[in-house]
């Protein structure tokens, strides 16, 4: 089963633009993480979020993280066009490893 | 290419029949992992190993599905008795062992049950 949804399910921008996507969750975490996919590469690991941790930057990408909430959100900054994919997030929690993930953003970057 | 690999791609095959996936991970992880993916939606968790191992099963995965991890190597997944609703991107990833793991991802197997 999805561990919880991502908001929007659809984001269309224009290049040079940044994009945010959020992602709400169901229960304690270990950890989130965001994997970004396209029919060319696949899932591909973005950025990693601990439980106690607030925030994580990584190049032109910032995750926050409100436990509280139970939500966490993705921003990419100065959005390229190869940007374009869809966008996962992805939770561990209790002792397990395996990953839940959400249901995915649908980013399109625009020339 | 070091990444995780699969085997076949795309496999298209009439209800009814079995199929054999294989996976090939990274090769000093000890962990694999297989999840199921529809259109439309995130991946779901299918079963983990650790080494040959085989630690977790999702209530996904059917009596119809097997799993096998022999030499703590490569990883095969078969389904029996395919149906329609087994059509799905089947992707497997591995790890290393440790608290906050980072899996890498294969390119995933496309079934089509006709």
């Known amino acids: 089963s999805q561990q919880g949804e991502e908001d929007p399910q659809a984001l269309s921008i224009q290049e040079g633009e940044n994009a945010t996507m959020n992602c709400s969750y169901k229960t304690s975490i270990n950890n989130l993480q965001w994997y970004r996919q396209n029919s060319g590469r696949g899932l591909v690991h973005l950025i990693l979020i601990r439980s106690n941790e607030r925030e994580k930057h990584s190049g032109r990408l910032r995750v926050t993280l409100d436990t509280s909430k139970k939500s966490s959100s993705l921003l990419i900054t100065a959005s390229r066009a190869a940007d374009t994919a869809s966008y996962f997030c992805a939770t561990t929690s209790g002792g397990g490893n395996k990953l839940t993930f959400g249901t995915g953003t649908q980013l399109k970057v625009e020339l | 290419d070091t990444g995780v690999s699969q085997d076949p791609r795309h496999k298209i095959t009439k209800r009814g029949q079995n199929v054999t996936f294989r996976c090939d991970p990274i090769?000093?992880?000890?962990?694999l992992y297989w999840y199921r993916q529809t259109l439309g939606q995130g991946p779901e968790f299918l079963t983990y190993f650790q080494n040959e191992a085989q630690l977790e099963k999702s209530r996904l995965l059917s009596d119809r599905f097997s799993a096998e991890r022999p030499k703590g190597s490569f990883s095969t997944l078969e389904i029996q008795r395919t149906e329609q609703g087994d059509s799905a991107m089947y992707l497997c990833?591995?790890?290393?062992?440790?608290?906050?793991?980072?899996?890498?991802f294969g390119p995933g197997t496309r079934l089509t049950v006709l």
């Open positions: 990833a591995s790890s290393l062992v440790r608290e906050h793991n980072e899996q890498f």
């Open positions: 090769s000093e992880h000890n962990r």
